[in-house]
């Protein structure tokens, strides 16, 4: 007769590699799904921000940016720049990427927050394949040169 000694299961057997590699993609892999929020919070604050708001209705309500990008005109990527709020106080500085079916542009921010109020010294739009800029804050057709 043939005696049958039970086998190991494949995680017996495996156990002391497997356990470390798990640990470190688990450990990988939750590093990334924090990174990925973060990132996704960020630029959830940024884009719910009262100068970038205003910055891309008014480039989406210009008649000449309009006429030059088309529509709809839509973020085109991540903006760029620096934004700050505290107590009712604050500062932006930023660059807002857009774009329409005709061509891309940028949105370009500047302006501070006193007393929960928003006041722009900067809000034009510049167009990426002439390097044209549309001044959003004094109307309609004034157009700048303006070089980065």
């Keep these: 007769?043939?005696?049958?000694?039970?086998?190991?299961?494949?995680?017996?057997?495996?156990?002391?590699?497997?356990?470390?590699?798990?640990?470190?993609?688990?450990?990988?892999?939750i590093?990334?799904?924090?990174?990925?929020?973060?990132?996704?919070?960020?630029?959830?604050?940024?884009?719910?921000?009262?100068?970038?708001?205003?910055?891309?209705?008014k480039a989406q309500e210009d008649e000449y940016v309009i006429q030059m990008l088309?529509?709809?005109i839509e973020t085109n990527g991540i903006m760029s720049g620096d934004l700050k709020f505290e107590n009712g106080e604050g500062s932006a500085d930023i660059s807002v990427p857009i774009k329409g079916p005709k061509?891309?542009?940028?949105?370009?921010?500047?302006g501070t927050k006193q007393n929960d109020i928003w006041t722009y010294t900067?809000?034009?739009?510049?167009?990426?394949?002439?390097?044209?800029t549309v001044d959003l804050l004094w109307g309609e057709g004034q157009k700048n040169e303006y070089f980065f």
């Design 103 to 110: 061509g891309e542009a940028r949105i370009r921010i500047v």
């Design 1 to 29: 007769m043939e005696e049958h000694t039970p086998r190991k299961s494949w995680f017996s057997r495996n156990w002391p590699w497997v356990v470390p590699v798990g640990g470190c993609l688990t450990l990988i892999i």
């Design 70 to 72: 088309g529509e709809p």
């Design 31 to 57: 590093f990334f799904v924090f990174l990925g929020s973060v990132i996704f919070g960020v630029s959830q604050a940024f884009t719910n921000s009262t100068p970038y708001q205003d910055g891309l209705i």
């Design 122 to 132: 900067e809000l034009f739009v510049i167009f990426k394949e002439t390097n044209e």
